[in-house]
């Protein structure tokens, strides 16, 4: 069974700092591309980012561009997401899912927020 466990989430002011981890289980993780999605309140799930197996390529929504950056341990099975330059508009429920560009949520999410 798949199990992904996010955290590293809180509150942070904006313009602050967070990383994000997603521990997993359950599958061949060195066998899967990787992808963070978001889903503020009210809306949809948002895509953040993806990345391939070797993490040596990564893909980001506009919105991520520029202040966060993806990354992956596979020898932890562990997935990570470092947020730089956090904007209000930032805040949602943070998931990992396994697959490119995939919305399977799995785990209970981290929530961030970015308020003064």
């Known amino acids: 069974e798949v199990q992904l466990v996010e955290s590293g989430g809180g509150l942070v002011q904006p313009g602050g700092s967070l990383r994000l981890s997603c521990a997993a289980s359950?599958?061949?993780?060195?066998?899967?591309?990787m992808t963070w999605v978001r889903q503020a309140p009210g809306k949809e799930l948002e895509w953040v980012s993806s990345?391939?197996?070797?993490?040596?390529?990564?893909w980001y929504a506009d919105s991520a561009k520029g202040r966060f950056t993806i990354s992956r341990d596979n020898a932890k099975n562990m997935l990570y997401l470092q947020l730089t330059s956090l904007k209000p508009e930032d805040t949602a429920m943070y998931y990992c899912?396994?697959?490119?560009?995939?919305?399977?949520?799995r785990g209970q999410g981290t929530q961030v927020t970015v308020s003064s």
């Open positions: 899912t396994n697959g490119y560009k995939t919305y399977d949520i």
């Open positions: 359950g599958f061949t993780f060195v066998s899967h591309y």
């Open positions: 990345i391939n197996i070797g993490g040596e390529r990564q």
